[in-house]
């Protein structure tokens, strides 16, 4: 699945084709939609109408395209979330599998997860705040992902629905396997998992497997709901 389309609206781009594919989405759930390519106060009302519809409120439902809302808009009224151009820039190639512990943010990782964060926060625009490092086993919450290398929990305190979305997609054309994790099972935060790490643990390589199937790293084996982006070294690891 590509992200074209829903990058540039979530971008606002004032005017364009991605736009009115959306607004006759909402036009046709909701009437009352004008389809004129400007993503402004009237579309934003329809599509935060749309997330309502959803079961979301609150920051959730502030009319600002997330992937998981976007992507149930695309499938419900069948369009392709696809456009020429560009897709949303990833992590060239594979960073160099050194493993010297580092700190990232106050937590121990490798040097490899490291390099990682770094593109990944190039991508965001900003610093990630990290709650749980690598290499740190006895966590029981965590089921063991954290006791090998790779494997990062990151705060999303105070970020939006739309934000933390962000984020994941960031974290994922870094190279990692990332997913917003929610109440009631978690608090919110994201986990992530360096693709290709050579030290991981089991746990860890279990959520790979489940990466590489389109899951959602969990123990019940959902599907992951908007798989993409990553970038082209990942393939050998599926």
């Known amino acids: 699945m590509s992200y074209a389309i829903f990058e540039e609206v979530y971008q606002d781009a004032p005017v ?4 009115r594919v959306v607004q006759a989405a909402l036009n046709e759930a909701f009437g009352k939609v004008t389809v004129d390519g400007d993503f402004g106060p009237k579309t934003k009302a329809g599509y935060a109408k749309w997330q309502r519809k959803l079961g979301y409120s609150g920051d ?10 976007f992507s149930r808009l695309a499938a419900r009224y069948v369009f392709e979330m696809r456009r020429s151009g560009s897709k949303p820039k990833t992590a060239g ?5 050194e493993y010297d512990r580092v700190y990232h943010g106050g937590r121990v990782v490798n040097t490899r997860t490291h390099v990682m964060l770094l593109a990944a926060e190039k991508f965001f625009g900003d610093t990630f705040t990290l709650t749980q490092g690598s290499y740190n086993a006895g966590v029981r919450a965590s089921a ?4 090998g290398g790779g494997v990062v929990d990151i705060s999303t305190a105070g970020m939006s629905a739309s934000t933390r979305k962000r984020a994941e997609q960031c974290l994922r054309r870094a190279g990692f396997a990332a997913w917003v994790r929610t109440p009631p099972a978690f608090s919110y935060h994201i986990h992530a998992v360096a693709i290709g790490d050579r030290e991981m ?6 959520q ?3 990466w590489a199937d389109d899951r959602n790293g969990l123990a019940n084996h959902g599907p992951d709901p908007a798989p993409d982006p990553y970038p082209a070294w990942t393939a050998k690891y599926k």
């Open 144 to 147: 063991g992902t954290h006791d």
């Open 60 to 69: 959730d439902a502030n009319g600002v395209p997330g992937v998981t809302s």
């Open 208 to 210: 790979i497997a489940q």
């Open 93 to 97: 190639a594979e960073p160099a599998h």
């Open 16 to 19: 364009s084709h991605s736009v």
């Open 201 to 206: 643990s089991s746990g860890a390589r279990s």
